[in-house]
T-cell receptor, first 115, second 114 residues
Framework: NAGVTQTPKFRILKIGQSMTLQCAQDMNHNYMYWYRQDPGMGLKLIYYSVGAGITDKGEVPNGYNVSRSTTEDFPLRLELAAPSQTSVYFC??????????????FGPGTRLLVL | DQQVKQNSPSLSVQEGRISILNCDYTNSMFDYFLWYKKYPAEGPTFLISISSIKDKNEDGRFTVFLNKSAKHLSLHIVPSQPGDSAVYFCAARGLTGGGNKLTFGTGTQLKVEL
């Protein structure tokens, strides 16, 4: 299993540009999450999904959108990039039906710089 | 409003000694706690967890203690090894809301010196 994969690893955007951060998992996890981590801060939840077709806002959803058309993929969309969105973005997944169901498994992250 | 706090941004320990990382929380609705370890340029990896019905959980060199009355948990690493040098995040799960969302602390950078 590849686990949770994220692309790209690093991206520079100009203010106002848009982009999609990709996240995929091959563990058949139905729950998926997007976090951002700013320097010296903890991870903040942006959006989450409890299954295909179901998404909900987290703590800091403004400026982002998500979709969940399949169990495997959970892309995060930035429509109008702003310098405040400069951060490291982590995707995570879990399956509450498993013995380790409370554990979220994280991808390696995408570092985004908005100039 | 920081519901999960890690007040020590950094900790330096000698190899072979005990490392103690602390975490405080304010929300009494948190019922499950996790510790994650993070190396530079990698995602967080799960280390150990504890349910609010327990006060201790042990896994090899790692032990987590929970004091519910004080709303405090700690991670003990014995003996500490250079490979333990990383950022450690405390996370808590709340009972309310969907998705079993986690609230993370700001992390403690542990450095284990030779």
């Amino acid at each position: 299993n590849a686990g949770v994969t994220q692309t790209p690893k690093f991206r520079i955007l100009k203010i106002g540009q848009s982009m999609t951060l990709q996240c995929a998992q091959d563990m058949n996890h139905n729950y998926m999450y997007w976090y951002r981590q700013d320097p010296g801060m903890g991870l903040k939840l942006i959006y989450y999904s409890v299954g295909a077709g179901i998404t909900d806002k987290g703590e800091v959803p403004n400026g982002y959108n998500v979709s969940r058309s399949t169990t495997e993929d959970f892309p995060l969309r930035l429509e109008l990039a702003a310098p405040s969105q400069t951060s490291v973005y982590f995707c995570a997944s879990r399956n509450p039906r498993l013995a380790d169901g409370e554990t979220q498994y994280f991808g390696p992250g995408t570092r985004l710089l908005v100039l | 409003d920081q519901q999960v706090k890690q007040n020590s941004p950094s900790l330096s320990v000698q190899e072979g000694r005990i490392s103690i990382l602390n975490c405080d929380y304010t929300n009494s609705m948190f019922d499950y706690f996790l510790w994650y370890k993070k190396y530079p340029a990698e995602g967080p990896t799960f280390l150990i967890s504890i349910s609010s019905i327990k006060d201790k959980n042990e896994d090899g060199r790692f032990t987590v203690f929970l004091n519910k009355s004080a709303k405090h948990l700690s991670l003990h690493i014995v003996p500490s090894q250079p490979g333990d040098s990383a950022v450690y995040f405390c996370a808590a799960r709340g009972l309310t809301g969907g998705g079993n969302k986690l609230t993370f602390g700001t992390g403690t950078q542990l450095k284990v010196e030779l």
